[in-house]
């Protein structure tokens, strides 16, 4: 009989194998042309990149609007062959397609019942251009990674929307999407200097390849003759014509770029940009280049008080005048004020405001500091005639700006946070005229008044006449849906009709404004706008109902539901802000996905009417949601209602614990020791297979056992650690006699120096000289378990490297008692068994207590991991814990010489680091230490998770993806966790070991 942890790995496995075939599609539950596309799709894309399970589809219909879409078929594309297989099988078999790239999208273009091509991972090529002047870039790259590329040219891609974070390219171009400072000038549609794209008919166009355009005019010379002829006749208009380049004034993203058909007479830059804005309805978009613009280096920020909204709107009109110097003016009203007025470093006076008031956040940036200061004199004299609460005053200290923009950045948020059960947060984006922006901004509130959204707030980038509001209907009953539709016809009327503006001014026209596009553009428009579509897409199968529709109630459908699941993520909006920070998101699920698909199950659950797909779904769920996650709580830093997904899972996993996996926790927690023995002996025994095997033999050997047995077996690469020794209770060097001596001929000529009345003085330096020569080592349980595989440059086990960089800096080392039996939780608490994890830190706590002489001397850990661990778990005044790595730059440092070597290094700052901010510490760490240091960009979580890169290596390779190109020239690597070294050395082609090993080549001892 199976002992009960071999039972559940075997579930697991069936489980996982369950998964797969989903992901094959072996289940798939396709009918008529679907399964005749999936069938002949297979032959041309590899099966394991088309999805049609039931968890992936649910996963996959959801973007950051109110709407669900479930696709029929996923498709995760990486080449533009694929995109031209997609688009002639669709084509001929009459299937709509739908593409997604960061699926940020508010306004439900980015959802599909239909096909949906990802077109994300595998797409991220960047190439800098011309010093920085220009950037080539692919449809997956987020638009915050190529700003990072342009940085050391001090430049940046104009488009800025709130989510550079998360939005890609192929969002960013085909929603025209812009910000806070880009406004109609430095938009896509603006800076765009060339683009590829695909079309519905599958032909490629490249209009940076002149034989590619010379082969488009001959081979397209019929589309491009009608979109010519298009062109004049909207010039010709003279009316249209007219009211298009009005309309452009402002933002407008409501229907298809008219403006391309009155500034451009070539056909082919009339395509380029109906390209730009046309939210995948027209086209494939599979490269651009960017013009770039400058990225001024000095900012300063004011946050002007108005009595009324009228006197802000006022002083905004005039700044709108000059915008060569103001780089943004944010309108907040009284309402988007009150919403973050209780949080810390929000100004004490907002809660004084009387109801009218309102403010404007204004920023200018400059190449130096004089510009800048003469910026800032010229705003305040711009508007100095208009009465303000509180004066204009510039600030150009950085902590002091960002902390006023992250006001404004609190303020959906807040919103979001703060909204009741199973409300949906909708961001509406209107523009006015800026003349009409006072009257407009009243006349929203009043609508707001009127349908009763009390909650609703109005902030936006007032330059451009562009006002956002958030507001948090339900859509469970009929009676809401009606309510919030009979707003939304109001708000249009109020915006696009009495006042012309736009009833989408950045993020898009989507499902969502798509019925009302006629109304703001009238019928003579919205005819060119259907002839447009008909040009590029005749069989209308790009994204069909997507800014052009004929369902006049289309925004009222596939309204998404948000059932209740748990506090730790009811808050989410479903942005997804955090996806590009989870090691899972190219292979299985991310933290949004992983929320949606537990948002179903709760209802599937709650009604009890569906138990095969609710089975179909936690089946399903097991491997995607669950084995993949690392918990390591990454999403947490970039969602803006703070949810940590990580959690979610960590509390899935304890409500499935039995009780054997509860059993063999605690035994585990009461014999830790014996564990970390019994690891230690299988690993010699490893290394003695090794030693006579060589690594080609022992990878042979062991995927063999693991074919055989499974994940039971770990995935061994030649890194794979090899058997501490015995443990070495190095003393470092500290109170050596030496050291002791000098302390006291210090202490005596200061003595001798101020007299005997500073002798408490001189007491207290003492004291301090000798507290800085003591410190409490804990070598985690890692450090006291592995040394380092022989692939390794250095073969010292880290606790020898740490006492001998200690040593240098004239530390002496102390260790907990019982040692061996002492652990930070993590293995525990990563697998649920939250009380026995409790156990191992209460016990920990207690030992360190112990041995720092109840706080009297820091206590440093040599894994990143545990250090935050700790840090969280073990909240106690008296002990104060640092990474070994953060005790070093910032306290020993000044004890030790440091010369840099002349080698070029990578450095992976392991999530937890992270979340404990820092990153940047480590980095100056590295810096001291080596001549060049790279830290790879877009490589987040490593996702080895303590023992995952052992057991579901797929997910380590699928997280570290691109980082082997960024380290090449790299001569080795540096973390601070000593399983992530093993995933890192492996993906990356080079040798990880922890930091102190390079600080310990580095340093010397004073003197
Ligand atoms: C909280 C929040 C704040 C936001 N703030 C802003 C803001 O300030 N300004 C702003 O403009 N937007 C904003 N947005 C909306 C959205 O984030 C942006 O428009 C973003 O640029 C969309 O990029 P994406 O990668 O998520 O694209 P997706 O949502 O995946 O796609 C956007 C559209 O492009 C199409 N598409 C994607 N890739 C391709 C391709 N390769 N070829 C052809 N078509 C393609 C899709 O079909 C879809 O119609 C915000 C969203 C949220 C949730
Ligand atoms: S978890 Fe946070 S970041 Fe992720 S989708 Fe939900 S709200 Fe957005
Ligand atoms: S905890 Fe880490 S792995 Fe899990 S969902 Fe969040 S980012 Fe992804």
Redesign the pocket.
Known sequence: MKCGTIAFIDTIERVRVLAIRYAGGERAMLQGAYREFHHRLQEQIDSRRIYTDPLSTLAYGT??SCYRLTPKIVVKTQHESEVQAILALAAELALPV?????????SG??VSDSILVV??HG?KGIEVLENGAAIRLQ?GVV?AAANAALAPFGRKIG?????IN???????????????CCGTAQNSYQTLRAIR?VLADGSVLDTADAASVAAFRTSHAGLLGQLAALAARVKSDVELAARIRRKYKMKN?TGYSLNALVDFTDPLDILTHLIVG????L????EVIYHTVVEHPHKASALVFYPTIKAACDAVQVLAQHKDVVAAAELLDRASLRSVENKAGVPELIKTLSEDAAAILIETRAADPAALAANTAAIAGFIGHIDTLTGVAFTDVASEYTQLWNIRKGM?PSVGAMRAAETTVI?E?VAFPIEHLAEGTLALQALFKQFHYDEAIIFGHALEGNLHFVFTPNFSGAEEVARYEAFIEAVCRLVAVDYEGAVKA???T?RNMAPFVEMEWGPVAYRVMQEIKAIFDPQGLL?PD?ILTSDALLHVKDLKPIPVVDALVDKC?E???CEVMCPSRAITLTPRQRIVANREMAALRSAGDAPDRLAELEALYQYAGDDTCTTCGLCETAC?VGINTGKLTTQIRQGRQSDTGWAAANWLAGHYDSATRGARLGLKLLDATHAVAGDAATGAVMRGLRRVFGRRVPHWTPYFPRAAGKFNYAQGSGLDAAAAREGKRATTRQYEQYGEESRSAADKVMQRQQARNKVVYLPSCLTRTFSPSSAMPDPRPLNEVVASVLGKAGYQLLYPAGLDNLCCGTPFKSKGALDAAAVKLAELKAALLAASDNGRWPVIVDNGVCTAAMLEGIQDERLRILDVTTFIETEAAAHLHFTPLDEHVALHVVCSMKKLGQGATLNALARRCSSRVTEPAGITCCGFAGDKGFTYPELNASALTGLKEQVGGCCGGFSTSATCEIGLSEHAGIPYQHLMYLVDRATHRLG
């Open positions: 973007d950051a739908t593409f997604r790239a960061a699926g940020t999208s508010l273009q980015a077109a994300s797409w449809p638009g488009p800025d929307p709130a989510t998360s939005a890609m390219i192929g969002g960013i171009v085909n929603n025209n999407s812009s910000g806070m794209v993203t046309s939210e995948g309805t086209a494939f978009v599979s959906f961001i984006d950045e993020h898009g989507g994204n997507v909006i942005c997804g802000f803006p």
